[in-house]
């Protein structure tokens, strides 16, 4: 338990978080060549070599500006975890320290950036059997009726789940069928402490009719330049329909075109509205965990398309672009001075 402890890490880390399209590794890149960091992923389904795409990880030009660290190290087959993530993250962190670099957590995966912040309890592996019925009954009654069922004899977790939340209600009854023990009550166990470093986070947090628009757009262009044959050559593997990479936004939509089963345009606005809805599910996450101290953390309501003048924004009134432009700016500039208060650096921002 004292691993994080005893790590080589450096003082202070970056977060950039916040929803699904909202431009968060475009900020990470811009922020990380300010500073002289390394971006490392905290996606979870950016982890996945085959889906490049879908994933929206950064291109192999955006990878060769910084380094970029676990994006796309994992097979779609073997199904990545939080635990999993947290142990090469600190690996990472380590590295940054030894590299003379500032580690720059970018992602949406809540849970993952929590088990760096805030630490890990670790919960006893329930077993396949446990597994394989999670996924028997949740795809025999739904997630809200499998939620149902978990109420009655975990009704503690239960009460803190979305009923419609597949994955995390799957984990539960998996959790609880396996160990004897409901998840929220192996969650007040001791566990892994947070990682040794400070951490300063930047959460983008955009007006939501902007953001909806950005998927659209975004998945459309997806589909323009190949996620269809990216899901082609996924579903050729004949892996299973549960594997989370499976189950990434687009997969099942763009797998039910390839299979007849629905027309393209239909699989576009379907795949639109499930992220849309995940996109609440996050932002309702990190209205409530904290990712750092107050006074390290920053809120930023608008989405960042890669620069401070142009594509940053909704466009409206010129004035008002320009105001909400420069108190973006000046978000930043705070932020990176509290992580290298040079003023080479902070000059950068202007330029």
Known sequence: MTEAANMKAPDT??????????????????????????????????????????????????????????????????????????????????RCAAEGRVPVFCGGSGMYLRAMTEGLVEVPDPGEAARLEARQLLATLGAPGLHARLAQVDGETA??????????????????????????????????????????SIRLDPPRPLLREAIRARFRDMVHHGALDEVSALLSRGLSPDLPAMRAHGVPELAAVLQGRMKLEDAIEAAVLATGRYTRRQATWFRHHALGRPEDSFVIPHRFDGGFDGGLLEQDDKGRQDERTAAFAEGVKNLVSRLQPAPAVIGALHQ
């Open 159 to 200: 009460r803190r789940l979305q009923p419609g939340d597949s994955q995390r209600v799957a984990r539960a009854w998996e959790v609880w069928r396996g160990t004897g023990r409901g998840l929220t009550s192996w969650h007040t166990e001791k566990g892994l402490p947070p990682a040794p470093c400070r951490f300063v």
């Open 13 to 94: 880390a970056l977060i950039v978080a916040g929803p699904t399209c909202s431009g968060k590794s475009a900020l990470a890149l811009h922020l990380a060549g300010l500073i002289g960091g390394t971006v490392i992923n905290a996606d979870s389904m950016q982890v996945y070599r085959d889906l490049r795409l879908l994933t929206a990880r950064p291109t192999p030009l955006e990878e060769a500006r910084v380094p970029h660290r676990l994006y796309g190290v994992r097979d779609a087959a073997r199904p990545g975890s939080v635990a999993w993530w947290r142990a090469e993250a600190l690996k990472e962190l380590a």
